[in-house]
């Protein structure tokens, strides 16, 4: 028997530290029909990255796109976004979770003018 599940978070950012609070934590478990998990299965052993020109285009959209919502939320230069997300593995939480832990060792030129 197989089972799977899915986690929801609702969380809010705390002004004060810039740290996150988990307001809501639910997590759902299911059992899984054979079906589902062989293509689960099939997908996870067969999936490799793709060398085509359209998903290469559509990974820099992403990129691009998670540059300017950095940029928005820490109003630092589009090479500061960039090198913050690639420390980040381009995952946007873990970005603004490593500026909040070193915005106070930021230079000034980092940040727009």
């Given at each position: 028997c197989y089972m799977?599940?899915?986690r929801t978070f609702v969380v809010?950012?705390?002004p004060a530290n810039g740290?996150?609070?988990?307001?809501?934590?639910q997590m759902s478990i299911v059992r899984s029909s054979p079906d589902t998990v062989e293509k689960v299965l099939k997908q996870s052993f067969e999936s490799t990255p793709s060398s085509s020109g359209v998903n290469?285009?559509?990974g820099v959209n992403n990129q691009a796109?998670?540059?300017k919502q950095v940029q928005e939320a820490t109003k630092m230069t589009?090479?500061?976004c960039t090198d913050c997300l690639v420390a980040a593995d381009w995952d946007y939480q873990k970005a603004l979770a490593l500026f909040n832990h070193m915005k106070a060792s930021i230079p000034?030129?980092?940040f727009l003018r």
């Open positions: 799977t599940f899915s809010a950012a705390n740290s996150f609070l988990i307001l809501n934590d290469n285009q559509t796109a998670l540059v589009d090479k500061y000034p030129d980092a």
